[in-house]
């Protein structure tokens, strides 16, 4: 299962995004980096493709426009490689800063897209 | 040796004036400009044939708007650019006038700021993205995230991330030049809607129209055309800086914030117990309580609780956001910058009125842009 333009997918039965891991500086981009590393300024073949899992611990979470047709959880996460990401929580249990998170795969509006859990959902 | 703009030719505010931020309306940017720019000539006492350069901070009039305005006070064939940083254009087009006097390169120097808002640009959007979210995050959005980590971490409560909004209405409300010129009760401002976490309508700064102007010169100038010696205002440090990496998780409006105002203190020999007024991006309320702490104007974790009791009201120990700021005042965008140099020269003359923070000898001015970039500028009493 992937989405229209690769931006994750699932990999030996996990999901993944697909990011850019800097061979020079070993950091790790999402969205992947095409024009060279932000850390290191190394560009090229330096730039390596690398799928990160979907782990890692909730920074922060807000409600965007509560009480509309369009609201939705917005969180920040940092996944286990050090990447840090924005992503909506899907979760419908209480989650607090700090929780370690997971992303699974879904199908939302007939497209897959991304949703992360607390670890118990 | 490089060096910074205290050690070279001094350089003064001179001349200050605003269009009232509002609204969109039916008047076109040229108006609003003129207006602004020749109640900083009249403020001044000189007029524009002395002016030998400038800037035009503009993020949303496209290409080129400055010639097309500043042709109506007489063309006098000046150099002159636009000037795009975002949300500190303004802040930019101030440091890129004090840069030409402290040089030596003119003698007097305009900056001015005008914008009319327009749909937001997809390179800004861009600048900060890590998202799988599939839909675009607002500025708001990532304000709301930053609110809530900060109330988790801290304990603060809605009512001290309002207190901010309540604090910068009561200004406003005593500010002719502001957008929003009413008071707020603590209950007004928590109303809904809610437009991100815990923010509030009112806890978000109306972006409408507007303009600023402001005149800086060289002692040489302040001479030769007679200028008011007893109202000048020195330009201390102009501090300009862009985002670096941070460690995963940190706060990169703050960070960035923290780095370039030390720059400042440092450049001026300012400290940060110096400071009387200080005008900052309170785009959203928590970044009044973040850029507070960044500044050293108090210590982590206890710049809402300060808010929250006065200490920094018009009167406290320091002013913070004396003209309402970006939440009351407004963020027209490209004049927000330079309508900041505007009330803190006011301020530090002593020409505030209602809103006089009294004894002002010091201030600071704070922006911060999408990209990321920010802005400080240190101004002193003569
Ligand atoms: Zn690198």
């Known amino acids: ?121 | 040796m490089a060096k910074s703009i205290k050690e070279m030719r001094p350089v003064y505010v001179v001349g200050i004036g605003l269009d009232r931020y509002q609204r969109i309306s039916e008047r076109p940017y040229v108006e609003l400009g003129l207006a602004a720019i020749r109640s900083a000539l009249t403020d001044a006492g000189i007029s524009w044939p002395d002016v030998e350069s400038f800037y035009l901070g503009t993020a949303l009039l496209g290409m080129a708007p400055g010639r097309a305005m500043i042709k109506h006070l007489g063309a006098t064939g000046i150099p002159i650019a636009q000037v795009e940083n975002a949300s500190a254009s303004g802040s930019t087009s101030f440091r890129q006038a004090c840069i030409d006097v402290a040089c030596g390169l003119v003698d007097v120097s305009m900056a001015a700021g005008v914008d009319k808002p327009g749909p937001p640009l997809k390179a800004a959007n861009a600048g900060r993205s890590r998202d799988i979210v599939g839909k675009r995050t607002a500025p708001v959005a990532h304000f709301a995230l930053l609110a809530n980590r900060y109330m988790a971490q801290s304990g603060i409560t809605s009512e001290h991330l309002a207190s901010v909004a309540v604090k910068n209405h009561r200004n406003g409300a005593l500010n002719p030049f502001a957008q929003r010129q009413k008071e707020r009760s603590m209950a007004d401002v928590l109303e809904p809607p809610f437009m991100a976490g815990p923010l509030t309508r009112l806890q978000c700064c109306p972006v409408g129209e507007g303009a600023a102007a402001v005149v800086v010169c060289s002692e040489e100038a302040v001479e030769r055309l007679n200028i008011d010696s007893n109202r000048l205002v020195k330009v201390m440090a102009s501090v300009s800086a862009s985002e670096q990496l941070y460690p995963p998780g940190t706060d990169i409006d703050s960070a960035l914030t923290r780095s370039t105002v030390f720059k400042a203190y440092d450049q001026s020999g300012i400290s940060p117990d110096d400071v009387d007024v200080v005008e900052l991006h309170d785009a959203f309320s928590i970044e009044e309580i973040l850029y507070a702490e960044a500044m050293g104007l108090c210590g982590e974790g206890e710049a809402a609780e300060l808010i929250a009791t006065g200490a920094f009201d018009i009167g406290g120990r320091c002013a913070l956001s004396p003209s309402g700021g970006l939440l009351a005042m407004g963020h027209p965008i490209g004049p927000t910058g330079t309508g900041q140099i505007v009330e803190i020269t006011r301020q530090l003359r002593g020409e505030a009125s209602l809103r006089q923070q009294p004894n002002a000898k010091v201030g600071l001015a704070h922006m911060v842009g999408i990209g990321a970039v920010c802005l400080v500028h240190l101004l002193q009493k003569v």
């Open chain 1, 1 to 121: 299962m992937t989405n229209a333009n690769e931006s994750f997918r699932l990999e030996n039965g996990y999901p993944v995004i697909i990011g850019t891991t800097c061979a020079s500086c070993d950091f790790a981009w999402f969205p992947p980096v095409e024009f060279g590393c932000e850390r290191c300024g190394s560009y090229g073949k330096s730039l390596i493709e690398s799928s990160f899992l979907l782990k890692g611990t909730l920074l922060s979470f807000a409600d965007i426009m509560p009480g509309t047709d369009t609201s939705f959880l917005l969180s920040t996460i940092e996944l286990e490689n050090g990447a840090t990401i924005r992503a909506i929580l899907g979760c419908t249990t209480e989650m607090a800063i700090g929780d370690l998170t997971h992303g699974r795969i879904e199908t939302i509006e007939d497209k897959p897209a991304i949703r992360f859990y607390g670890i118990g959902e």
